[in-house]
């Protein structure tokens, strides 16, 4: 199983983006699948998650209002619609698949829950 994403790339701010994150390969059965983002010197951190079962989702306070993480079950893909950017929100991004379920939603914030990564995008934003 792999993830790929796709569809990142340089806007200028208060611009807009969409990501695409596809699994292939065999159907697996992860129960979440996440965003994170890594910018130059700085750590990997939760940007959003949404459970594919009910599309559940949740959002780090800096890109709650601003981003929207959806899937598409049908395709095996999930979705992360960057709007307004900010200089910010530059950096590599991520998708990732968790595949243990979890009954307190604080695990799908956390990187180290999750098992499957995809290859990263970069995003850059400028001002």
Do not use: H
């Not at 699994?23 to 983002?37: I, K």
């Not at 990732?96 to 098992?115: E, G, I, K, V």
């Amino acid at each position: 199983v792999q993830l790929q994403a796709s569809g990142g790339g340089l806007v200028q701010a208060g611009g807009s983006l969409r990501l695409s994150c596809a699994a292939s390969g065999r159907t697996f059965g992860s129960y979440v699948m996440g965003w994170f983002r890594q910018a130059p010197g700085k750590e990997r951190e939760f940007v959003a998650a949404i459970t594919w079962s009910g599309g559940s989702t949740r959002y780090a306070d800096s890109v709650r209002g601003r981003f929207t993480i959806s899937k598409d079950n049908a395709k095996n893909t999930v979705y992360l619609q960057m709007n307004s950017l900010k200089p910010e929100d530059t950096a590599v991004y991520y998708c990732a698949a968790l595949t243990t379920f979890y009954s307190d939603t604080y695990y799908y914030t956390a990187s180290s829950s999750y098992d499957l990564w995809g290859q990263g995008t970069q995003v850059t934003v400028s001002s």
